[in-house]
């Protein structure tokens, strides 16, 4: 069993690099990193956000979600602006480019999508996404446990 356990997990991390790699390199054309699509996308269905929400959703530190905004906001994408019942942090605004961008994103991942499960049938996709999810759930309980929270 080690052994098919040992495929499978190569199998894994080859899918994600290969996966890493297709968006990476398309949303490089445009002068984004791998984590800034799915920030815009929180933008776009949370608008007036905070830098502290999109760190907290995300479970990432807030001066990487800074790193992300300052490019994001040189790069045209995102204004902030004051937040009038707390000056110490702004709200972020998707601009109009930022909804263009994040359209246009939306559209590849769903391209990606469509081909990464080009054959499988519906319960298929179910049944993996049944072991992948249990995969998590097995591993949160491990991190819980190991107190690796």
Avoid at 75 to 97: A, P
Avoid at 133 to 149: A, G, I, Q, S, Y
Wanted: hydrophobic content about 30%; overall charge positive.
């Amino acid at each position: 069993m080690i052994s098919k356990v040992k495929k499978l997990d190569a199998e894994f991390k080859k899918y994600h690099i290969v996966h890493r790699e297709i968006i990476d390199g398309k949303f490089r054309e445009y002068g984004l990193g791998c984590g800034q699509p799915p920030i815009l996308k929180y933008l776009s269905d949370n608008e007036d956000a905070t830098q502290k929400e999109i760190a907290d959703y995300f479970n990432i530190s807030q001066p990487a979600v800074a790193k992300s905004l300052k490019k994001m906001e040189e790069s045209g994408l995102i204004i902030r602006f004051e937040n009038k019942n707390d000056s110490r942090c702004h709200k972020l605004k998707l601009t109009k480019k930022g909804k263009e961008i994040k359209k246009f994103a939306d559209d590849y991942f769903l391209n990606v999508d469509n081909v990464t499960y080009q054959g499988f049938t519906e319960d298929e996709i179910e049944l993996l996404s049944s072991f992948v999810k249990r995969m998590n759930d097995n591993l949160t309980t491990f991190r819980k446990e190991d107190n690796n929270v």
